[in-house]
Structure formats: structure tokens, C-alpha cells
């Protein structure tokens, strides 16, 4: 299952999605997540140069992977990709859920997270929106988690 958490900057699209992935993790799910940095202008601040995979990078490489005891990361040079493709081609373990913060133009399942009706009203327009949430609102995370496991195990 693949959802997108979006919403506008400093709604709390972060902190719905790190307490997604905590509580379907409790619940022995298998979480992948995918961030969009769609700030206009500003790419992604990369790991420090000292690091060796990091200076095979800087030296040129197209791909730099670094293979520790429990993790792997991997720097890929690319251009924009469509999230179907980030998804085909970078998530490599298979998992129950993919989360996706951000691609609000994408066709997958949504979650708004706003602050006011004005936001709300501008975002309801895209598709494919299942659930929308407040996060300030009483139980708003009991509510979420309520949705979530209905629609992770297919009973929404």
C-alpha cells in the first residue's frame, strides 16, 4: 500500500509521518518512506565530504553505496522522477506500506494535514484524498491510527 501525507510547509506533515511509521511499526508492519523536498531552489543537504562513499561521489560517481553491519545508504545523481519510478526503482525490501511525504500532484492515496479551512479548501481539489486531519484537534492521532490500521489491513 502506497500513501501520501501532504499538506503545506509547517503543518505537520513530518510529525504525521514519523508517528505513522512508530505506529505501524508496533503493529509489525513493514514501513518504506519517501520525502519530497520540494522547496523551490534548494536541493537536499548531502552527507559530509570526509566520508569516504561521499568523496567517491564528489570525485564523479553516478551512484555511491556504503554496506555497514545493520544499514546501506545510497546517493544516486538523478533529475526529478515521478514517484512511480523513485518507488520502482529505490524502494529494495519489500514492505507492507510505502509512506510518502509530499508529490501532492501524484495519484496515490492522500492524507491532508492542514491548519485552517483555507488550506483544507485549496488541497481538496487533488485527488484521490481519503482522510484528512488536524493535527491539533482532540484525538486527532487516535483518530488517524483508527483510519490507518482499517486501511493498511483493507477494511476502510
Known amino acids: 500500500m502506497i500513501l501520501q501525507i501532504i499538506g503545506y510547509k509547517n503543518v505537520g506533515k513530518t510529525t504525521l509521518m514519523t508517528h505513522a511509521i512508530s505506529f505501524l511499526k508496533e503493529q509489525n508492519f513493514k514501513v518504506a518512506s519517501i520525502k519530497h523536498h520540494g522547496h523551490q531552489g534548494e536541493d537536499i543537504q548531502l552527507q559530509h565530504e570526509h566520508v569516504d562513499h561521499m568523496k567517491h ?3 564523479g560517481a553516478d551512484q555511491s553505496i556504503v554496506q555497514g553491519h545493520a544499514y546501506r545508504q545510497t546517493v544516486t545523481r538523478t533529475t526529478e522522477q515521478s514517484l512511480s519510478n ?3 526503482e529505490s524502494v ?6 510505502v509512506l510518502v511525504e509530499g ?5 496515490y492515496d492522500k492524507v491532508i ?11 481538496n481539489h487533488l485527488n484521490n484524498i481519503c482522510y484528512r486531519i488536524k493535527l491539533n484537534e482532540p484525538n486527532a492521532f487516535q483518530k488517524f491510527d483508527e483510519w490507518l ?7 476502510d
Open 57 to 59: 561521489f564528489q570525485s
Open 86 to 88: 523513485i518507488i520502482k
Open 92 to 97: 529494495t525490501i519489500d514492505c507492507d506500506v
Open 103 to 107: 508529490f501532492k500532484h501524484e495519484n
Open 113 to 123: 494535514v492542514y491548519d485552517n479551512e483555507k488550506q483544507l479548501h485549496e488541497l
Open 149 to 155: 490500521i482499517n486501511k493498511v489491513t483493507h477494511k
